[in-house]
Protein backbone atom coordinates (compact mmCIF):
# COMPACT_ATOMS: atom_id res chain seq x y z
CA UNK A 1 0.00 0.00 0.00
CA UNK A 2 2.62 1.91 0.85
CA UNK A 3 4.46 1.71 -2.08
CA UNK A 4 0.99 2.28 -4.44
CA UNK A 5 0.81 5.69 -2.87
CA UNK A 6 4.75 6.86 -3.12
CA UNK A 7 5.47 5.49 -5.93
CA UNK A 8 3.87 8.28 -8.25
CA UNK A 9 6.38 10.40 -6.54
CA UNK A 10 9.77 8.95 -7.20
CA UNK A 11 9.73 10.70 -10.85
CA UNK A 12 10.45 14.50 -10.35
CA UNK A 13 7.73 15.23 -12.83
CA UNK A 14 5.03 13.97 -10.75
CA UNK A 15 6.52 15.41 -8.06
CA UNK A 16 6.74 19.02 -9.43
CA UNK A 17 3.02 18.48 -10.23
CA UNK A 18 2.27 17.66 -6.93
CA UNK A 19 4.09 20.77 -5.54
CA UNK A 20 2.05 22.70 -8.04
CA UNK A 21 -1.32 21.32 -7.24
CA UNK A 22 -0.74 21.71 -3.83
CA UNK A 23 0.12 25.68 -4.46
CA UNK A 24 -3.04 26.48 -6.91
CA UNK A 25 -4.87 24.33 -4.16
CA UNK A 26 -4.09 26.48 -1.34
CA UNK A 27 -4.79 29.48 -3.41
CA UNK A 28 -7.85 28.49 -5.09
CA UNK A 29 -9.64 27.03 -1.61
CA UNK A 30 -8.80 30.11 0.02
CA UNK A 31 -9.71 32.32 -2.54
CA UNK A 32 -12.24 29.99 -3.58
CA UNK A 33 -14.39 31.25 -0.46
CA UNK A 34 -14.33 35.07 -1.30
CA UNK A 35 -15.17 34.09 -5.21
CA UNK A 36 -18.34 32.33 -3.57
CA UNK A 37 -19.45 34.72 -1.28
CA UNK A 38 -19.13 37.56 -3.53
CA UNK A 39 -21.00 35.30 -6.34
CA UNK A 40 -18.04 35.67 -8.47
CA UNK A 41 -17.86 32.34 -10.18
CA UNK A 42 -19.69 33.07 -13.48
CA UNK A 43 -16.67 36.12 -13.52
CA UNK A 44 -13.66 34.14 -13.14
CA UNK A 45 -14.71 31.71 -15.65
CA UNK A 46 -15.47 34.29 -18.01
CA UNK A 47 -11.94 35.66 -17.30
CA UNK A 48 -10.30 32.83 -17.41
CA UNK A 49 -12.02 31.56 -20.88
CA UNK A 50 -11.34 34.78 -22.58
CA UNK A 51 -7.62 34.71 -22.10
CA UNK A 52 -7.27 32.35 -24.60
CA UNK A 53 -6.24 34.57 -27.58
CA UNK A 54 -3.75 35.96 -25.11
CA UNK A 55 -2.38 32.75 -24.38
CA UNK A 56 -2.57 31.60 -28.37
CA UNK A 57 -0.24 34.33 -29.04
CA UNK A 58 1.97 34.12 -26.36
CA UNK A 59 2.43 30.52 -27.65
CA UNK A 60 2.95 31.71 -31.29
CA UNK A 61 5.38 34.65 -30.77
CA UNK A 62 7.46 32.10 -28.29
CA UNK A 63 6.61 34.26 -25.51
CA UNK A 64 6.24 33.49 -22.02
CA UNK A 65 2.58 32.23 -21.71
CA UNK A 66 2.04 34.42 -18.23
CA UNK A 67 2.59 37.66 -20.50
CA UNK A 68 0.50 36.63 -23.23
CA UNK A 69 -2.59 35.83 -20.04
CA UNK A 70 -1.73 38.97 -18.90
CA UNK A 71 -2.17 40.60 -21.92
CA UNK A 72 -5.58 38.40 -22.95
CA UNK A 73 -7.00 39.44 -19.58
CA UNK A 74 -6.72 43.28 -19.62
CA UNK A 75 -8.32 42.72 -23.25
CA UNK A 76 -10.80 40.92 -22.06
CA UNK A 77 -11.51 42.97 -19.27
CA UNK A 78 -11.49 46.03 -21.22
CA UNK A 79 -14.06 44.94 -23.87
CA UNK A 80 -16.07 43.51 -21.03
CA UNK A 81 -16.46 46.92 -20.30
CA UNK A 82 -17.03 48.25 -23.41
CA UNK A 83 -19.79 45.80 -24.24
CA UNK A 84 -21.41 46.21 -20.87
CA UNK A 85 -22.02 49.97 -21.73
CA UNK A 86 -24.52 49.49 -24.61
CA UNK A 87 -27.59 49.94 -22.68
CA UNK A 88 -29.46 47.44 -24.90
CA UNK A 89 -28.21 44.61 -23.32
CA UNK A 90 -27.41 43.86 -19.74
CA UNK A 91 -24.01 43.27 -18.42
CA UNK A 92 -24.32 39.35 -18.35
CA UNK A 93 -25.12 39.14 -21.74
CA UNK A 94 -22.12 41.59 -22.98
CA UNK A 95 -19.31 39.07 -20.90
CA UNK A 96 -21.01 36.30 -22.28
CA UNK A 97 -20.43 37.23 -25.94
CA UNK A 98 -17.03 38.81 -25.41
CA UNK A 99 -15.92 36.00 -23.54
CA UNK A 100 -17.65 33.22 -26.39
CA UNK A 101 -16.01 35.95 -29.05
CA UNK A 102 -12.60 35.49 -27.00
CA UNK A 103 -12.50 31.92 -26.92
CA UNK A 104 -13.71 31.32 -30.35
CA UNK A 105 -10.89 33.61 -31.35
CA UNK A 106 -8.36 32.19 -29.27
CA UNK A 107 -9.20 28.60 -31.44
CA UNK A 108 -9.69 30.05 -34.67
CA UNK A 109 -6.13 31.08 -33.95
CA UNK A 110 -4.53 28.19 -31.99
CA UNK A 111 -6.77 25.79 -34.90
CA UNK A 112 -4.86 27.24 -37.81
CA UNK A 113 -2.34 25.31 -40.25
CA UNK A 114 0.83 27.06 -38.80
CA UNK A 115 0.33 26.50 -35.42
CA UNK A 116 2.10 24.17 -33.03
CA UNK A 117 0.13 21.68 -31.71
CA UNK A 118 -0.39 23.24 -28.07
CA UNK A 119 -4.35 23.81 -28.37
CA UNK A 120 -4.84 21.27 -25.92
CA UNK A 121 -2.50 21.94 -23.38
CA UNK A 122 -3.58 25.45 -23.67
CA UNK A 123 -7.01 24.65 -23.26
CA UNK A 124 -6.59 21.56 -20.10
CA UNK A 125 -3.34 22.34 -19.02
CA UNK A 126 -0.02 19.77 -18.40
CA UNK A 127 0.44 20.03 -14.77
CA UNK A 128 2.87 16.96 -15.20
CA UNK A 129 5.09 19.97 -17.80
CA UNK A 130 5.52 22.50 -15.16
CA UNK A 131 9.04 23.62 -14.75
CA UNK A 132 11.17 25.10 -11.89
CA UNK A 133 9.62 28.37 -12.94
CA UNK A 134 6.78 27.64 -12.95
CA UNK A 135 6.91 26.44 -9.37
CA UNK A 136 8.20 29.66 -8.39
CA UNK A 137 5.63 31.27 -9.86
CA UNK A 138 3.10 28.64 -8.12
CA UNK A 139 4.94 29.26 -5.24
CA UNK A 140 4.93 33.62 -5.44
CA UNK A 141 1.43 33.21 -6.45
CA UNK A 142 0.55 31.66 -3.26
CA UNK A 143 2.34 33.63 -0.97
CA UNK A 144 0.56 36.81 -2.46
CA UNK A 145 -3.04 35.67 -2.56
CA UNK A 146 -3.02 34.26 0.76
CA UNK A 147 -0.81 37.29 2.20
CA UNK A 148 -3.36 39.49 0.81
CA UNK A 149 -6.67 37.19 1.99
CA UNK A 150 -5.08 37.50 5.64
CA UNK A 151 -4.65 41.33 5.76
CA UNK A 152 -8.11 41.95 3.66
CA UNK A 153 -9.89 39.32 5.51
CA UNK A 154 -11.99 42.18 7.85
CA UNK A 155 -12.15 44.26 4.62
CA UNK A 156 -13.60 41.37 3.10
CA UNK A 157 -16.02 40.37 5.44
CA UNK A 158 -17.51 43.94 6.64
CA UNK A 159 -18.24 44.39 2.64
CA UNK A 160 -19.63 40.87 2.07
CA UNK A 161 -21.79 40.61 4.71
CA UNK A 162 -23.49 44.06 4.35
CA UNK A 163 -22.22 46.36 1.31
CA UNK A 164 -24.69 49.32 2.20
CA UNK A 165 -23.51 49.92 5.72
CA UNK A 166 -19.25 49.50 4.71
CA UNK A 167 -18.66 53.28 4.01
CA UNK A 168 -20.04 53.82 7.68
CA UNK A 169 -17.66 51.11 8.72
CA UNK A 170 -14.77 52.85 7.00
CA UNK A 171 -14.29 50.59 4.29
CA UNK A 172 -14.77 51.56 0.27
CA UNK A 173 -16.64 48.76 -1.34
CA UNK A 174 -15.35 49.89 -4.36
CA UNK A 175 -11.77 49.25 -3.83
CA UNK A 176 -12.42 45.85 -2.22
CA UNK A 177 -13.98 44.69 -5.13
CA UNK A 178 -10.88 45.75 -7.10
CA UNK A 179 -8.66 44.28 -4.77
CA UNK A 180 -10.19 41.01 -5.16
CA UNK A 181 -10.89 40.89 -9.11
CA UNK A 182 -6.75 41.80 -8.85
CA UNK A 183 -6.43 38.76 -6.95
CA UNK A 184 -9.08 36.18 -9.17
CA UNK A 185 -7.27 37.62 -12.11
CA UNK A 186 -3.78 37.11 -10.68
CA UNK A 187 -5.31 33.34 -9.10
CA UNK A 188 -6.45 32.89 -12.83
CA UNK A 189 -3.25 33.67 -14.71
CA UNK A 190 -0.91 31.71 -12.79
CA UNK A 191 -2.98 28.28 -12.42
CA UNK A 192 -3.64 28.40 -16.17
CA UNK A 193 -0.61 27.14 -16.63
CA UNK A 194 -1.18 24.17 -14.75
CA UNK A 195 -5.14 23.01 -15.20
CA UNK A 196 -5.72 25.22 -18.53
CA UNK A 197 -8.00 27.74 -19.94
CA UNK A 198 -11.14 25.12 -19.52
CA UNK A 199 -10.32 23.81 -16.25
CA UNK A 200 -8.72 26.63 -13.97
CA UNK A 201 -12.25 27.49 -12.93
CA UNK A 202 -13.09 24.10 -11.10
CA UNK A 203 -10.23 25.05 -8.27
CA UNK A 204 -11.38 28.42 -8.05
CA UNK A 205 -15.10 27.50 -7.41
CA UNK A 206 -15.91 23.62 -6.45
CA UNK A 207 -13.82 23.29 -3.12
CA UNK A 208 -14.75 26.56 -1.73
CA UNK A 209 -18.87 25.16 -2.71
CA UNK A 210 -18.17 21.93 -1.25
CA UNK A 211 -16.68 23.34 1.89
CA UNK A 212 -19.85 25.49 2.13
CA UNK A 213 -22.12 22.70 2.72
CA UNK A 214 -20.63 21.09 5.24
CA UNK A 215 -18.52 23.90 7.66
CA UNK A 216 -20.30 26.49 9.73
CA UNK A 217 -18.08 29.26 9.74
CA UNK A 218 -15.52 31.07 7.19
CA UNK A 219 -12.29 30.19 8.89
CA UNK A 220 -13.32 26.37 9.17
CA UNK A 221 -15.00 27.06 5.57
CA UNK A 222 -11.48 28.04 4.24
CA UNK A 223 -9.66 25.21 5.94
CA UNK A 224 -11.91 22.60 4.65
CA UNK A 225 -11.89 23.81 1.14
CA UNK A 226 -8.17 24.27 0.87
CA UNK A 227 -7.78 20.29 2.19
CA UNK A 228 -10.22 19.32 -0.58
CA UNK A 229 -8.26 20.92 -3.41
CA UNK A 230 -4.72 19.75 -2.28
CA UNK A 231 -6.55 16.25 -1.59
CA UNK A 232 -8.05 16.44 -4.99
CA UNK A 233 -5.15 17.71 -7.11
CA UNK A 234 -2.78 14.89 -5.49
CA UNK A 235 -5.97 12.29 -6.25
CA UNK A 236 -6.02 13.94 -9.51
CA UNK A 237 -2.35 12.75 -9.90
CA UNK A 238 -2.95 9.36 -8.59
CA UNK A 239 -5.44 8.84 -11.29
CA UNK A 240 -3.17 10.26 -13.72
CA UNK A 241 -0.55 7.76 -13.05
CA UNK A 242 -2.52 4.39 -12.66
CA UNK A 243 -5.34 5.23 -14.71
CA UNK A 244 -3.25 6.73 -17.89
CA UNK A 245 -5.82 9.72 -17.75
CA UNK A 246 -4.99 13.57 -17.97
CA UNK A 247 -3.92 14.73 -15.47
CA UNK A 248 -5.94 18.42 -15.47
CA UNK A 249 -9.22 16.60 -16.42
CA UNK A 250 -8.64 14.21 -13.82
CA UNK A 251 -8.11 16.75 -10.99
CA UNK A 252 -10.81 18.47 -12.61
CA UNK A 253 -13.48 15.49 -12.24
CA UNK A 254 -12.05 14.97 -8.82
CA UNK A 255 -13.37 18.15 -7.55
CA UNK A 256 -16.65 17.87 -8.98
CA UNK A 257 -16.94 14.55 -7.41
CA UNK A 258 -15.82 16.11 -4.32
CA UNK A 259 -18.26 18.90 -4.38
CA UNK A 260 -21.00 15.96 -5.32
CA UNK A 261 -20.38 13.84 -2.25
CA UNK A 262 -20.41 17.27 -0.40
CA UNK A 263 -24.11 17.59 -1.36
CA UNK A 264 -24.94 14.34 -0.64
CA UNK A 265 -24.19 14.95 3.14
CA UNK A 266 -26.67 16.80 5.78
CA UNK A 267 -26.09 20.24 5.26
CA UNK A 268 -24.34 22.19 8.09
CA UNK A 269 -26.28 24.64 10.20
CA UNK A 270 -25.89 28.01 8.79
CA UNK B 1 -20.65 71.34 -13.75
CA UNK B 2 -22.92 71.79 -10.53
CA UNK B 3 -21.64 73.50 -7.49
CA UNK B 4 -20.28 70.69 -5.18
CA UNK B 5 -21.46 70.43 -2.01
CA UNK B 6 -19.08 69.10 0.83
CA UNK B 7 -19.02 66.62 3.81
CA UNK B 8 -17.38 68.30 6.73
CA UNK B 9 -16.01 65.55 9.25
CA UNK B 10 -14.91 68.06 11.31
CA UNK B 11 -16.91 68.96 14.72
CA UNK B 12 -19.84 71.37 13.66
CA UNK B 13 -18.67 74.84 14.64
CA UNK B 14 -22.24 76.49 14.36
CA UNK B 15 -21.03 79.72 15.83
CA UNK B 16 -19.37 80.68 12.21
CA UNK B 17 -22.62 80.06 10.78
CA UNK B 18 -25.37 81.32 12.53
CA UNK B 19 -29.08 81.22 11.53
CA UNK B 20 -28.21 79.05 8.78
CA UNK B 21 -29.20 75.55 9.83
CA UNK B 22 -32.76 75.26 11.31
CA UNK B 23 -34.15 78.56 13.08
CA UNK B 24 -34.45 76.09 16.23
CA UNK B 25 -30.69 75.82 16.54
CA UNK B 26 -28.90 78.61 18.25
CA UNK B 27 -24.98 79.08 17.66
CA UNK B 28 -24.20 77.66 20.93
CA UNK B 29 -26.17 74.85 20.71
CA UNK B 30 -24.73 71.35 20.68
CA UNK B 31 -24.98 69.95 17.09
CA UNK B 32 -24.03 66.69 16.60
CA UNK B 33 -25.34 66.63 12.97
CA UNK B 34 -26.74 68.93 10.58
CA UNK B 35 -27.23 69.22 6.90
CA UNK B 36 -27.22 72.88 5.35
CA UNK B 37 -28.71 73.41 1.74
CA UNK B 38 -28.02 69.86 1.15
CA UNK B 39 -29.08 68.33 -2.47
CA UNK B 40 -28.17 64.94 -3.45
CA UNK B 41 -28.14 63.47 -6.91
CA UNK B 42 -27.58 59.91 -8.66
CA UNK B 43 -25.99 60.66 -12.09
CA UNK B 44 -27.76 63.39 -13.37
CA UNK B 45 -31.52 63.01 -11.46
CA UNK B 46 -31.40 64.88 -8.35
CA UNK B 47 -33.24 62.67 -5.43
CA UNK B 48 -33.07 64.70 -2.59
CA UNK B 49 -33.16 68.78 -2.20
CA UNK B 50 -32.96 71.80 0.38
CA UNK B 51 -32.13 69.65 3.23
CA UNK B 52 -31.62 72.08 6.22
CA UNK B 53 -31.59 70.83 9.40
CA UNK B 54 -29.12 70.28 12.71
CA UNK B 55 -29.90 67.89 15.75
CA UNK B 56 -28.14 67.90 19.21
CA UNK B 57 -26.23 65.55 21.09
CA UNK B 58 -28.87 63.15 22.71
CA UNK B 59 -31.77 64.07 20.58
CA UNK B 60 -33.64 61.69 18.62
CA UNK B 61 -35.11 62.62 15.37
CA UNK B 62 -37.73 60.84 13.50
CA UNK B 63 -36.83 60.78 9.21
CA UNK B 64 -40.90 60.55 8.29
CA UNK B 65 -41.13 59.67 4.28
CA UNK B 66 -42.67 57.29 1.95
CA UNK B 67 -40.58 54.69 0.08
CA UNK B 68 -38.25 56.50 -2.11
CA UNK B 69 -38.75 59.99 -0.18
CA UNK B 70 -34.73 59.87 0.16
CA UNK B 71 -34.45 58.83 3.58
CA UNK B 72 -32.22 56.19 2.97
CA UNK B 73 -30.33 58.48 0.38
CA UNK B 74 -29.70 61.34 3.26
CA UNK B 75 -28.36 58.37 5.27
CA UNK B 76 -25.92 57.78 2.38
CA UNK B 77 -24.64 61.13 2.60
CA UNK B 78 -24.41 61.20 6.33
CA UNK B 79 -21.78 58.46 6.22
CA UNK B 80 -20.15 60.30 3.71
CA UNK B 81 -20.81 57.27 0.85
CA UNK B 82 -22.77 59.99 -1.16
CA UNK B 83 -21.15 63.21 -1.87
CA UNK B 84 -23.65 66.29 -2.39
CA UNK B 85 -24.13 68.03 -5.11
CA UNK B 86 -25.22 71.12 -3.30
CA UNK B 87 -25.39 72.17 0.19
CA UNK B 88 -22.87 71.00 2.96
CA UNK B 89 -23.11 67.98 5.65
CA UNK B 90 -21.59 68.08 8.86
CA UNK B 91 -21.01 65.02 10.58
CA UNK B 92 -18.81 64.57 13.74
CA UNK B 93 -16.51 61.38 12.80
CA UNK B 94 -18.17 58.45 11.51
CA UNK B 95 -21.86 57.72 11.68
CA UNK B 96 -22.80 54.37 12.67
CA UNK B 97 -25.46 52.64 10.36
CA UNK B 98 -27.70 50.14 11.77
CA UNK B 99 -29.41 48.68 8.33
CA UNK B 100 -32.76 46.58 7.79
CA UNK B 101 -31.34 43.28 8.98
CA UNK B 102 -32.44 41.64 5.78
CA UNK B 103 -30.14 44.00 3.77
CA UNK B 104 -27.15 42.09 5.15
CA UNK B 105 -26.21 38.75 4.01
CA UNK B 106 -28.02 35.70 5.72
CA UNK B 107 -26.49 33.09 3.95
CA UNK B 108 -23.17 34.93 5.51
CA UNK B 109 -21.41 31.71 8.03
CA UNK B 110 -20.71 34.67 10.41
CA UNK B 111 -21.81 34.62 14.17
CA UNK B 112 -23.00 37.40 15.82
CA UNK B 113 -20.37 38.11 17.43
CA UNK B 114 -18.51 38.49 14.52
CA UNK B 115 -21.29 40.60 13.40
CA UNK B 116 -20.52 42.52 16.59
CA UNK B 117 -16.55 42.58 15.92
CA UNK B 118 -17.28 44.61 12.56
CA UNK B 119 -17.77 47.62 13.93
CA UNK B 120 -14.41 47.53 15.79
CA UNK B 121 -13.20 47.63 11.97
CA UNK B 122 -13.50 51.54 11.61
CA UNK B 123 -11.23 52.56 14.03
CA UNK B 124 -8.36 50.00 12.78
CA UNK B 125 -6.42 50.59 9.54
CA UNK B 126 -6.95 48.34 6.76
CA UNK B 127 -4.64 45.66 7.28
CA UNK B 128 -5.62 44.73 11.15
CA UNK B 129 -7.37 42.08 12.68
CA UNK B 130 -9.15 42.94 15.56
CA UNK B 131 -7.71 42.11 18.71
CA UNK B 132 -8.43 40.83 22.24
CA UNK B 133 -9.84 44.27 23.62
CA UNK B 134 -12.32 44.20 20.50
CA UNK B 135 -13.32 41.29 21.57
CA UNK B 136 -13.95 42.14 24.83
CA UNK B 137 -15.96 45.44 23.81
CA UNK B 138 -17.91 43.22 21.12
CA UNK B 139 -19.24 40.84 24.04
CA UNK B 140 -19.66 43.90 25.76
CA UNK B 141 -22.30 45.07 23.26
CA UNK B 142 -23.72 41.75 23.21
CA UNK B 143 -24.82 41.93 26.39
CA UNK B 144 -25.94 45.52 26.53
CA UNK B 145 -28.21 44.27 24.23
CA UNK B 146 -29.25 41.18 25.64
CA UNK B 147 -27.24 38.55 23.34
CA UNK B 148 -24.18 37.97 24.70
CA UNK B 149 -25.59 34.12 25.74
CA UNK B 150 -26.24 33.95 21.94
CA UNK B 151 -22.73 35.39 20.44
CA UNK B 152 -21.64 32.09 18.93
CA UNK B 153 -24.76 31.43 16.97
CA UNK B 154 -25.09 32.12 12.98
CA UNK B 155 -26.53 35.51 11.99
CA UNK B 156 -28.64 34.09 9.88
CA UNK B 157 -30.25 31.66 12.72
CA UNK B 158 -31.14 34.50 14.76
CA UNK B 159 -34.74 36.19 14.42
CA UNK B 160 -35.62 39.80 13.05
CA UNK B 161 -35.60 40.80 16.44
CA UNK B 162 -32.50 39.41 17.35
CA UNK B 163 -30.68 40.02 14.09
CA UNK B 164 -31.58 44.01 14.74
CA UNK B 165 -29.84 43.93 18.11
CA UNK B 166 -26.44 42.25 17.23
CA UNK B 167 -26.71 45.05 14.48
CA UNK B 168 -27.58 47.54 17.13
CA UNK B 169 -24.43 45.77 19.16
CA UNK B 170 -22.05 46.56 15.91
CA UNK B 171 -22.95 50.09 16.12
CA UNK B 172 -21.71 50.30 20.04
CA UNK B 173 -18.69 48.41 19.12
CA UNK B 174 -17.98 51.31 16.81
CA UNK B 175 -18.83 53.99 19.24
CA UNK B 176 -20.30 55.79 16.76
CA UNK B 177 -22.12 59.68 18.51
CA UNK B 178 -24.47 59.85 15.41
CA UNK B 179 -26.52 56.65 14.96
CA UNK B 180 -28.71 56.51 11.53
CA UNK B 181 -31.36 53.62 12.19
CA UNK B 182 -33.24 52.49 8.91
CA UNK B 183 -36.63 51.49 9.94
CA UNK B 184 -35.47 49.45 13.40
CA UNK B 185 -38.82 48.38 14.25
CA UNK B 186 -39.65 46.50 11.13
CA UNK B 187 -40.76 43.27 11.53
CA UNK B 188 -40.77 43.54 14.96
CA UNK B 189 -43.23 41.51 17.55
CA UNK B 190 -43.81 43.74 20.41
CA UNK B 191 -41.40 42.38 22.91
CA UNK B 192 -38.43 42.96 20.37
CA UNK B 193 -39.84 46.24 19.97
CA UNK B 194 -40.06 47.27 23.72
CA UNK B 195 -36.64 45.97 23.90
CA UNK B 196 -35.18 48.19 21.04
CA UNK B 197 -37.52 51.29 22.15
CA UNK B 198 -35.60 50.69 25.85
CA UNK B 199 -31.86 50.84 23.76
CA UNK B 200 -32.87 53.74 21.76
CA UNK B 201 -33.76 55.38 25.16
CA UNK B 202 -30.91 54.45 27.11
CA UNK B 203 -28.32 55.49 23.96
CA UNK B 204 -29.92 58.81 23.55
CA UNK B 205 -29.87 59.58 27.42
CA UNK B 206 -25.87 58.93 27.64
CA UNK B 207 -25.44 62.01 24.65
CA UNK B 208 -25.47 59.75 21.18
CA UNK B 209 -27.68 61.56 18.59
CA UNK B 210 -29.91 59.10 16.82
CA UNK B 211 -31.71 59.64 13.35
CA UNK B 212 -34.72 56.84 13.39
CA UNK B 213 -36.23 56.38 9.45
CA UNK B 214 -39.25 55.28 9.97
CA UNK B 215 -42.92 55.12 8.25
CA UNK B 216 -44.88 54.92 11.67
CA UNK B 217 -46.43 58.37 12.38
CA UNK B 218 -47.48 58.09 15.84
CA UNK B 219 -43.91 56.18 16.74
CA UNK B 220 -42.58 59.67 15.70
CA UNK B 221 -44.67 62.12 18.43
CA UNK B 222 -42.30 59.70 21.08
CA UNK B 223 -39.07 61.35 19.61
CA UNK B 224 -37.52 64.76 20.19
CA UNK B 225 -37.59 65.76 16.08
CA UNK B 226 -39.28 65.08 13.00
CA UNK B 227 -37.99 65.93 9.70
CA UNK B 228 -40.28 64.53 7.17
CA UNK B 229 -38.93 63.91 3.48
CA UNK B 230 -40.65 63.55 -0.04
CA UNK B 231 -37.73 63.98 -2.54
CA UNK B 232 -36.87 67.38 -0.49
CA UNK B 233 -37.19 68.63 2.87
CA UNK B 234 -40.97 69.27 3.89
CA UNK B 235 -41.10 69.87 7.34
CA UNK B 236 -37.93 69.71 10.25
CA UNK B 237 -38.93 70.53 13.82
CA UNK B 238 -40.29 69.62 17.34
CA UNK B 239 -43.21 66.69 16.74
CA UNK B 240 -45.91 69.24 17.74
CA UNK B 241 -45.26 71.32 15.07
CA UNK B 242 -44.17 68.77 12.57
CA UNK B 243 -46.74 66.35 12.61
CA UNK B 244 -49.61 68.16 11.71
CA UNK B 245 -52.13 66.39 8.65
CA UNK B 246 -51.14 69.32 5.80
CA UNK B 247 -47.66 68.34 6.55
CA UNK B 248 -47.84 64.49 6.44
CA UNK B 249 -50.48 64.89 3.90
CA UNK B 250 -47.41 66.45 1.52
CA UNK B 251 -44.77 64.34 2.84
CA UNK B 252 -46.44 61.15 1.82
CA UNK B 253 -48.76 62.53 -0.98
CA UNK B 254 -51.96 61.33 -0.13
CA UNK B 255 -54.75 61.73 2.71
CA UNK B 256 -53.62 60.92 6.47
CA UNK B 257 -56.69 59.72 8.04
CA UNK B 258 -57.32 58.53 11.54
CA UNK B 259 -58.23 54.98 12.01
CA UNK B 260 -61.13 54.03 13.73
CA UNK B 261 -60.69 52.80 17.39
CA UNK B 262 -57.74 54.44 18.14
CA UNK B 263 -55.69 52.51 15.64
CA UNK B 264 -53.18 55.57 14.93
CA UNK B 265 -52.71 56.99 11.62
CA UNK B 266 -52.93 55.78 8.24
CA UNK B 267 -51.76 57.12 4.97
CA UNK B 268 -54.61 57.27 1.88
CA UNK B 269 -52.75 57.29 -2.03
CA UNK B 270 -52.91 60.32 -3.81
CA UNK B 271 -55.99 59.47 -5.88
CA UNK B 272 -58.14 59.22 -2.68
CA UNK B 273 -57.40 62.69 -1.47
CA UNK B 274 -57.49 64.20 -4.92
CA UNK B 275 -61.39 63.24 -5.69
Not at chain 1, 162 to 189: C, E, F, K, M, P
Not at chain 2, 9 to 21: I, K, S, T, Y
Not at chain 2, 230 to 252: D, S
Request: charged fraction near 15%; glycine fraction near 12%; hydrophobic fraction near 50%.
Amino acid sequence: MLHWLLDPWSDPINLRALVEVVALGATGGALGCWIVFYRLAYSAESLAHALLPGLVVASLAGAPLVVGGAAGLVVAALAVAVAGRTPAIGHDTAVAVVVTGLLGLGALLALSPDTPARLQELLFGDVLGVGTGDLVLAGALTAVVLGALALLHPSLLVVGFDRASAAALGRSALAVDVALGVLVALAILVAVQGLGNLLVVAVLVAPAAAARRVTRRLASMMAVAVAIAVACGAIGLYASFYLDTASGASIAGALVLAYAAANMLPAARA
Amino acid sequence: MPDRGAVSRAEPDPAGAPGALSPRVSPSSDVAVACEGVSLAYGARTVLRDVTFAVRRGERAAVLGPNGGGKTTLFRALTGELEPVAGRVIAPGRCGVVPQTERSRLDFPVSALDVALMGAVSRLPWWRRPGRADRAAAHAALERVGLDAMADETFGDLSGGQRQRVLLARALVQDARVLLLDEPFSGLDTRSTDLVMGLLDDLAAEGRTLLIATHDVDQARAWDLVLCLNGAQVAFGPPGETLTLPTLERTYGGAIVELPGGGGHGVLPPHHHDH
